[in-house]
């Protein structure tokens, strides 16, 4: 199931398109270098008493690069990958990336909600429920007028959305069909 929402509302919360990039490209190369400029920096690297003006710039270089980065994905990937990290296989599937046209949402990272995860916290369910609680705060929240279209597998799932979009919303289903454009993607 795929739910389509207008574009305001994106805009409104900070949703943006990503950047597709190939293994080629210049941009690709220049997020990268950026990226690599700053590996293994940290601010113990200032010495007491440098100019504090350098160590802010550095910081919000850093942290422009970063948020940068979340924004970027391949172009595609041109055959399937296979990974082993901590004994678990990871396998992913070649395609065409750029067909997805996907945009994302970016929470704001502070070091009291750092949202990002690792392999091992994946694997640790407890671990796994902390960093979800924490990113529960940065939900988005739509409305029913937000919601452009759904593309659903069969009529059975349209059904149960329908039902469960009526009792979210309050509403009926024939308001919920007035509204909201549904497509059978099978």
């Known amino acids: 199931m795929r739910i389509g929402l207008d ?12 950047i597709y990039i190939h293994k080629n490209s210049r941009i690709g190369d220049a997020v990268s270098s950026l990226g690599n400029s700053f590996d293994g ?4 690297m200032i010495k007491e008493g440098s100019d504090m003006n350098i ?3 550095i910081s919000n270089s850093l942290n422009a690069v970063s948020h940068l980065s979340y924004y970027v994905k391949q172009y595609e990937r041109t055959n399937d990958e296979h990974y082993i990290i ?3 296989k990871y396998s992913f599937k070649k395609g065409r990336f750029y067909d997805e046209r996907e945009w994302r949402f970016v929470p704001p990272m ?3 909600s750092f949202w990002l995860i690792n392999v091992d916290t994946m694997e640790n369910q407890e671990e796994l429920e902390k960093a979800h609680n924490n990113l529960i705060k940065h939900s988005l929240k739509f409305s029913l007028d937000d919601i452009r279209y759904i593309v659903c597998e069969t009529k059975d799932e349209k059904e149960k959305l329908e039902n469960a979009i009526a009792l979210k919303f309050d509403t009926t289903k024939e308001q919920i069909n007035s509204k909201i454009k549904f497509h059978l993607s099978s």
């Open 41 to 44: 920096y940290s601010s113990s």
């Open 110 to 112: 502070t070091p009291e």
């Open 86 to 88: 901590n004994d678990k």
């Open 55 to 57: 160590f802010f710039m």
């Open 7 to 18: 574009k305001s509302w994106g805009e409104k919360y900070g949703v943006s398109p990503v």
